[in-house]
């Protein structure tokens, strides 16, 4: 597609429950990276794919969060017993490569929020 | 450490220049960047600049970096309605992928 797509746009789920979210990159990317947006901060690094191996995961707040990209394309964020805090946007970013940050495109995000 | 801040609000004239200014903390920043995010939208990435340049200028937009202080600035001449949004400021290591972000600062562009 011509931009990074994610859907849902939004997502309201119950405390507790399971949530996947999907990342459509830009075809041809091989970098694919997501970001948490909380309310009122700029957005903080969760994970980075370099194909469909995960290069990066040391932003992931805890065990309850993991992703998946099988086959070095569309990538899926999921989230295990959510918890209100875990309530934010989510942003998928993609890259012809994965050095710096010049050809990073970004997606409008998935708003999470858990009730 | 990683550190990038900003001040959170700012509210100008249309037709003034806005500046919109941001510190941070790791020496080690190769890029500098800045991003504009509207209500409901992703990140845009406006303008960047490398950590050995001074200045950048692109239309509108002025980039001012002193390094020896690690303060980075973004200057919008002629102020449109529709520059309203919040800006990111962002640094990158060398050699890396991960962006780091400030907390944002939000535009008002008054009519």
């Known amino acids: 597609g011509a931009g990074v797509s994610q859907t849902p746009s939004n997502k309201v789920t119950e405390k507790g429950k399971y949530v996947e979210l999907r990342c459509d990159p830009i075809?041809?990317?091989?970098?694919l990276y997501w970001y948490r947006q909380s309310l009122g901060q700029g957005p903080e690094f969760l994970i980075y794919?370099?194909?469909?191996?995960?290069?990066?995961d040391s932003g992931l707040p805890n065990d309850r969060f993991f992703a998946v990209r099988p086959e070095g394309s569309v990538s899926t964020l999921k989230i295990q017993r959510t918890e209100r805090g875990d309530s934010a946007v989510y942003l998928c970013?993609?890259?012809?490569?994965?050095?710096?940050?010049?050809?990073?495109?970004f997606g409008s995000g998935t708003r999470l929020t858990v009730v | 450490g990683e550190d990038v801040e900003q001040s959170l609000f700012l509210s100008v004239r249309e037709g003034d220049s806005s500046v919109i200014n941001c510190t941070y903390t790791?020496?080690?920043?190769?890029?500098l960047y800045w991003y504009k995010q509207e209500p409901g939208a992703g990140l845009q990435l406006l303008t960047y600049i490398f950590s050995n340049m001074d200045m950048k200028q692109d239309q509108r937009l002025t980039v001012l970096l002193n390094k020896k202080d690690k303060h980075l600035s973004l200057r919008i001449a002629d102020t449109q309605t529709g520059d309203s949004a919040i800006y990111f400021c962002?640094?990158?290591?060398?050699?890396?992928?991960?962006?780091?972000f400030g907390s944002g600062t939000r535009l008002l562009v008054r009519p």
């Open positions: 794919f370099q194909g469909t191996g995960a290069a990066d």
């Open positions: 970013a993609s890259s012809l490569t994965g050095q710096g940050a010049t050809g990073y495109t």
């Open positions: 962002a640094e990158i290591m060398d050699s890396s992928y991960k962006l780091i």
């Open positions: 790791d020496s080690s920043s190769t890029y």
């Open positions: 075809s041809g990317h091989t970098a």
